[in-house]
């Protein structure tokens, strides 16, 4: 099990396929781990070497102690990729990770080819929302917002016609520490990208649920707007897109990343 000693942290990862192919780096959301990413790997294999890490607080990286910010967040990554001898990489972040991914790509451009950023936005939620749920987790323990979190992740419909995908997705936010959840929901509370956007200069990727409750595709349109170049999908899905509409998400990914 790999895992790289970055920043003070444990950062777990898993880097598999050809070292000649150009890397693709799997970002997750809050709560959940880099298995989230798993519908995506046989469609990408072909033609990328795969790149998935925990982020900090989540999974089997460590958890130090909080807050963290985005700048924390994107700095494990770089410096992941230093450990590794990465120097340039596509990047597909989703909600969480595409917070990181925007900091990378105004903060570290040349470190990021071509960005994908899905069901997140520019300034996810309100400082009032964000805090709420810091003080109900506290307070109540991460358990007390799963069900809620499943409803806004997957639509009606989806969630009847896989449940055993839903109950794996339950299972990773059981299983992440209230100390790293809580450390990572003020480094998205924090985060404003609405004001420096437009200096992303990576050819830019926006996908957006187009019943996603959390990051709404107004949010993505933002982004594809303020973005120079940046495309713009809408798929079928709640917030987690990449499983809900696995299959047009990896169809869309793919042509992008290999155009």
Known sequence: ??????NNVRIHYELTGDSALPVLVFSHSLGVNLGMWEAQLSALASSFRLLRYD??????????AGPYTAADLGGDVIALLDALKIEQVNFCGLSMGGVIGL????????HIHKLV???TAAKIGTQEAWNT??????????????????ERWFTTDFRASAPEIVADIATSLEATTAQGYLACCAAIRDADFRASIATVTA????????????TPPQDGLFLAQNIAGAKFVELPAAHLSNIESAREFNSVLLKFLTS
């Open 103 to 110: 900091w990378l790509a105004i903060n570290a451009p040349t």
């Open 133 to 150: 749920r810091i003080a109900i987790v506290s307070q109540e323990a991460l358990q007390s917002i799963i069900p809620g979190t499943l």
């Open 55 to 64: 982020t900090r607080g989540h999974g089997k990286s460590s958890a130090p």
């Open 203 to 214: 050819s830019t990727l926006v996908i957006s649920g187009s019943e996603d409750p959390v």
């Open 117 to 119: 950023l899905a069901s």
């Open 1 to 6: 099990m790999p895992f790289a000693e970055v």
